[in-house]
């Protein structure tokens, strides 16, 4: 079993960066891959990024590539989603899940409960 709780949203205006913080309980953090995934209002939740076990592979969509960056800290059972010339399409809630797999299928077993993120133009 493992949970997970965001953290790090808020409120930014175009042009910034936030750094998003899943924390996860759990010994078996580190066996799992981790994926980062949205919902703005109306629209269906979308991949953003997802990062293997180790962290040696990374995945984007096309939409954050060159912007966001995904990583982990497997002593601190932590992933991040660093977030960087934000636009106001970015606006959404975030989400980290984990599975066994890393990428952009919704295929996780655990999801956390969100953090806002809301960027102004």
């Known amino acids: 079993q493992v949970q997970l709780v965001e953290s790090g949203g808020g409120l930014v205006q175009a042009g910034g960066s936030l750094r998003l913080s899943c924390a996860a309980s759990g010994r078996t953090f580190s066996s799992y891959a981790m994926g980062w995934f949205r919902q703005a209002p109306g629209k269906e939740r979308e991949f953003v990024a997802a990062?293997?076990?180790?962290?040696?592979?990374?995945y984007y969509a096309d939409s954050v590539k060159g912007r966001f960056t995904v990583s982990r800290d497997n002593a601190k059972n932590t992933v991040y989603l660093q977030m960087n010339s934000l636009k106001p399409e970015d606006t959404a809630v975030y989400y980290c899940a984990a599975g066994p797999v890393p990428g952009a299928t919704q295929n996780y077993n655990y999801w956390g409960q969100g953090t806002q993120v809301t960027v102004s133009s």
């Open positions: 990062i293997s076990w180790r962290g040696g592979r990374t």
